[in-house]
């Protein structure tokens, strides 16, 4: 991946992450989501781009800050996980229910998300910040070092 490229991946993953949150606060208000986000850290469109094998995205960000942007990307998917599995995972709907569309989720398990959400969102705009600093790396960095 060449410098250009790198930039723009570096946007994607925090459109992702943006695109993300804005899912979750949809399931929040009661609106159905379609293709929810991966719970599984290497399979979101961050955690592709992150893992990618070519490996030299720890050598561009330098090993100390792509472990800590790793620490918190994984933090974000064990936060998020406690969400997914309210709106999927205990998903108990009857007959009537699936048939009107109706999501069951309880007002005590809404009002666990919401909590869950203001946690998860912290977390994001740490994640947010550790991007918007490794486009600030990348940026500073000579193209003879992209691939």
């Keep these: 991946m060449d410098k250009a490229q790198s930039l723009e991946a570096i946007k994607n993953a925090r459109k992702a992450h943006e695109l993300q949150m804005k899912k979750i606060v ?23 781009w992150f893992y990618a094998e070519d490996g030299h995205l720890p050598k561009l960000l330098g090993a100390l800050f792509y472990n800590e942007l790793e620490v918190m990307h994984a933090r974000w998917h064990m936060e998020y996980v406690r969400i997914f599995e309210i709106f999927f995972q205990n998903k108990k709907q ?23 959400y203001s946690e998860l969102e912290a977390t994001t705009n740490e994640l947010l910040k550790a991007l918007a600093v490794s486009e600030r790396r990348l940026g500073a960095l000579n193209e003879s070092l992209f691939i």
Excluded at 26 to 48: M, R, Y
Excluded at 97 to 109: A, F, L
């Design 94 to 116: 009857g007959f009537f229910s699936k048939m009107i569309g109706v999501n069951r989720v309880s007002n005590m398990d809404l009002d666990r998300a919401k909590l869950y």
């Design 26 to 48: 949809a399931l929040i208000n009661g609106e159905e989501v379609e293709n929810p986000t991966a719970v599984n850290k290497t399979q979101c469109d961050f955690g592709k």
